[in-house]
């Protein structure tokens, strides 16, 4: 059904989703001052690792499956660029990246 109506997926929709916020969070257009304590970056150290979040290990499934977990995860998943972070990307290369990686994954 989703090809003959040519929509996306529900994964591929929750992980644009993800990406679009954090990244409206971290740029000032959303007001994140009460939930951004809960995201922690990596060390940025000269290796193959790019991800520009580091998500906390939990023995239960509440803290492993968290929406800051989730959303650090996709981020990390997907991320192209570091400057997304400083600047909010169009909607049409944020979901063609998003397509691009969770399909190539």
Request: net charge positive; aromatic share 10%; charged share 25%.
């Amino acid at each position: 059904m989703e090809q003959r109506l040519r929509i996306d997926s529900l994964d591929l929709r929750r992980a644009f989703a993800d990406v679009k916020f954090l990244t409206k969070s971290f740029n000032g257009q959303i007001d994140s001052l009460t939930y951004l304590h809960h995201f922690s970056f990596a060390l940025q150290q000269p290796t193959r690792n790019n991800d520009v979040f580091r998500t906390t290990a939990s023995r239960t499934d509440v803290g492993k499956f968290s929406v800051a977990n989730r959303l650090m995860s996709t981020f990390n998943l997907v991320n192209e660029n570091h400057q997304w972070l400083n600047q909010q990307p169009s909607d049409t290369i944020l979901k063609r990246v998003v397509r691009q990686k969770l399909l190539s994954s």
